[in-house]
């Protein structure tokens, strides 16, 4: 089931922006969701979606390069190339939900971006 609101949260560590983007979708604590990741380090893609799933979400079709906050869906997961490492991220209903930036009105600092459309998983 997609979350009504978000309370953003802020990484704990800097390899978890996974954990705490699961954690902001689920409403469950970054340490649960450590637990059902398996890792306490960086997440990848496997990880984010069977973790979605086990929680009634999904991800819809292929990722898809954005460059306009515009063209983004109303819930999605972004992948970003920042300057230092690929990141995860949130977007939700006009407002991006950044473990590392916080709560910001556009794209944290990225070259390259992409994003994947959450949906409830029925």
């Given at each position: ?30 340490d ?8 306490v ?7 984010m ?8 979400m ?38 991006f ?8 009105k ?17």
């Open positions: 089931m997609l979350p009504t609101k978000i309370q953003h949260i802020f990484e704990p560590d800097p390899l978890q922006c996974g954990q705490a983007v699961l954690s902001m979708l689920t409403g469950k604590s970054v649960e969701i450590i637990k059902e990741c398996e890792t380090r960086e997440t990848d893609l496997k990880c979606k069977r973790v979605l799933e086990e929680n009634g999904r991800l819809l079709g292929d990722r898809k390069a954005v460059t306009n906050k515009k063209d983004l869906p109303d819930v999605a997961l972004l992948s970003l190339e920042t300057p230092k490492c690929w990141h995860w991220s949130l977007y939700f209903k006009g407002l939900y950044d473990p590392e930036y916080g709560l910001i556009d794209f944290p600092p990225s070259n390259r971006r992409y994003f994947w459309e959450i949906s409830a998983k029925f």
